[in-house]
């Protein structure tokens, strides 16, 4: 499983970048909101650190506004990946995209079913939200499961990024129930590095170096 970082924050892509671990970004009307800068410029910025895979969500609701949002996003660079909400008027842009072979990441996705129908629209990528499945009492993970069987099943190569991360638990349930991609929001990955018995571990070489007998 891959990872990308879930954020429109320059400062946290550098510094996940830096680690050697970043295949990709993913950003969201929310997120860039928060950052109050123009929403190409930093799109510019991203793409220049980032190169993998970097998406930029539409904010038209119709088919057509969504495919003229995406072609002028796509035009910023070549990794800019078109994020696009589960909606039918989401699938009809994703097939236009495809067709010119423009990448799509399908956002907002629920259910199996829905992941099925982007994937079968042409999406490149396809987001169920694990967190937000939770907080209602469903099984974000269950899900991740269920799209990985029924795109081995049906040998489909869109790709699975679980999103709406919250903890690193859901960060190893999605590798293992197959998911290709994991985007995670900054702090989840400084929890990931982070076990309480390395801390201990490095203070105890430290401190047994400084006492070695000389
Ligand atoms: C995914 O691409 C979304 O930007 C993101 O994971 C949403 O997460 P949230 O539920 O924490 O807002």
Partial sequence: MKFFIDTASLDQ??????????????????????????????????????????????????????????????????????????????????????????????????SSVQALLAARAGATYVSPFLGRLDDIGHSGLDLISEISEIFHEHEIETEIIAASIRHPLHVSEAAVRGAHIATLPFKVISQLVQHPLTDQGIEKFLSDWENRSR
Avoid: C, W, Y
């Fill in 13 to 110: 892509i550098k510094e996940a970048h830096e680690l050697g671990i970043l295949s990709g970004v993913t950003t969201n009307p929310s997120l860039v909101a928060k950052e109050g800068v123009d929403f190409k410029e930093r799109l510019q910025e991203i793409t220049s650190i980032v190169k993998g895979s970097v998406s930029a969500e539409v904010i038209s609701t119709e088919a057509q506004g969504m495919i003229t949002e995406g072609r002028e996003l796509a035009a910023v660079a070549p990794n800019v990946t078109v994020k696009v909400p589960m909606t039918t008027e989401g699938l009809k842009a994703v097939k236009v995209f495809s067709e010119e072979n423009i990448q799509t990441n399908v956002t907002l996705v629920f």
